[in-house]
């Protein structure tokens, strides 16, 4: 009997192990993704490389997106004595990112070059004058993000304080204006699910962009390396997800 129960006990020590590996794992490279810094090329650089030919598989398109979908989504959970309060993932929408994606839709819907053209247009002209994030986000609170047409005064509590979720971004520790918050329908959501998995049932998915200054290295913002910053926070939670990022 002793010999069942010591056999139990190291099963159960190695699961622990394997969970606490993994979960290790998993933050270390988090924290990898979250310090490293990625070239953020421009919407004209990858309009050069639309037209270049490609005879990779649906595997590798589906992969080099995936990749590159990754490199761009940040993860926080915010928790309050052990109660989750916040769950935000988002992804920053770049224009490689819509090359790799569209590519991968090509192959994948089988289409013709011009409606390939005509979908690489449409996805690229939003980002010349705009910073666009897919997000995903659930909460305690069952929150939702205000629209920049709603009034002040209706998003004020008796207290004083703001009751909805406020998002803000921040390049170079500067407020980028907010120019559109698209919530999405269950149906909507889903529609995205193949491309963005890490939608979910509980979580309310959006599409978010705000106003892209004409020249991020002008107006004493001349540096190397620039600090992008997404903000979620109401009275009970506030998410940060920053990116670092070098403009071509």
Known sequence: ??????????LYLSRRV??????????????????EVYVLETVSQVVQRTDVETDQSLDMLRANFDLERDRWTRTSEVFHHFEGRLFVTA???TPALELARTRY????????????????????????????FFITLSSSDLPKLQKPNLARDSLVGEDGLEEDFQVHFLVNQRK???NKIDPLSFKRAQNLKDDFPFISAVKTGYWISFNR?????????KREIHSLILRFSNPSATAILPWRVKIQ
């Open 1 to 10: 009997m002793s010999d069942v129960n010591t056999i139990t006990s190291l």
């Open 18 to 35: 394997i969970l606490i590996s993994l979960f290790a794992a998993l933050y270390l490279s988090a924290c990898t993704r979250v310090h």
């Open 91 to 93: 992804t920053m929408i």
């Open 105 to 132: 839709h090509q192959s994948a819907l089988s289409l013709l070059p011009s409606e390939f053209n005509q979908l690489m247009k449409q996805r690229l002209d939003r980002l010349k004058s705009s910073y666009v």
């Open 176 to 178: 980028v204006t907010v």
């Open 213 to 221: 200054p004409e020249n991020l290295k002008d107006d004493n913002m």
